[in-house]
């Protein structure tokens, strides 16, 4: 085979690559674009901002994302994980102790059974146990409140994440695609600065084999 030949294939093959890499590279950076249009769109309806540095907790002083972002209108993936998990995950543990919406469950169904046998049974304690189910259950609602923003919040975190893996490989595709280019370039280059009876790798004859052959 001629090394101009060969050059040619590998440059044109190097072209198509290239091409395809940069298909792929404006795919993934519309998929990077959409994920953070449409994560910023939705935070801002939801118009969540946070506190104030000055009206912070000195519990809350010691989360550094919310000194961070103190002020500031949730609108980004980022914003959205630390408000989640610095501020109502701080909140929700001081709410009930740590306990989950499942965890309060157990609790406040053993106290409608007893406030119901204390209603039967004219129980003195009665007036308590009705305050204390009245406590879990706002408890188990602020806490099912919170837990489920902060779901919503991550699960938008976890979105915009996707949308920073895209444009970082649509970063990595379109520097490869870079790459491909340039070489396919320097292969054209020397397709058509090499002679074309050039071959590649050519067979030279050895000193023995001249002497037989004479």
């Known amino acids: 085979m001629k090394r101009r030949t060969l050059d040619l294939m590998f440059s044109l093959g190097g072209v198509a690559v290239a091409i395809l890499l940069t298909i792929a590279g404006v795919v993934l950076s519309a998929n990077a674009d959409f994920a953070r249009t449409y994560v910023a769109d939705q935070l801002t309806q939801q118009n969540i901002t946070f506190k104030t540095l000055d009206t912070l907790t000195p519990e809350e002083r010691e989360q550094p994302g919310l000194v961070e972002y103190a002020g500031q209108q949730l609108t980004t993936g980022k914003q959205a994980e630390v408000y989640a998990n610095e501020f109502i995950g ?4 001081n709410t009930a102790g740590g306990r989950t919406y499942a965890d309060l469950g157990v609790p406040q169904a053993q106290l409608r059974t007893q406030v ?12 308590a146990l009705q305050q204390q189910l009245t406590d879990v259950t706002a408890q188990r609602e602020t806490v ?3 837990e489920t923003l902060r779901g919503l919040l991550l699960t938008t975190y976890g979105f915009s994440e996707f949308g920073v893996k895209a444009g970082q490989a649509a970063l990595v595709a379109y520097l490869a695609a870079l790459v491909l280019a340039l070489l396919s370039v320097a292969g054209f280059v020397h397709a058509f600065t090499t002679p074309r009876t050039v071959a590649f790798a050519p067979v030279e004859a050895t000193p023995g084999r001249e002497r037989i052959d004479a």
């Open 90 to 93: 701080l909140h929700l543990k």
């Open 116 to 127: 119901a046998e204390a209603a039967k049974n004219n129980d003195p304690n009665l007036a």
């Open 144 to 146: 099912f409140k919170g």
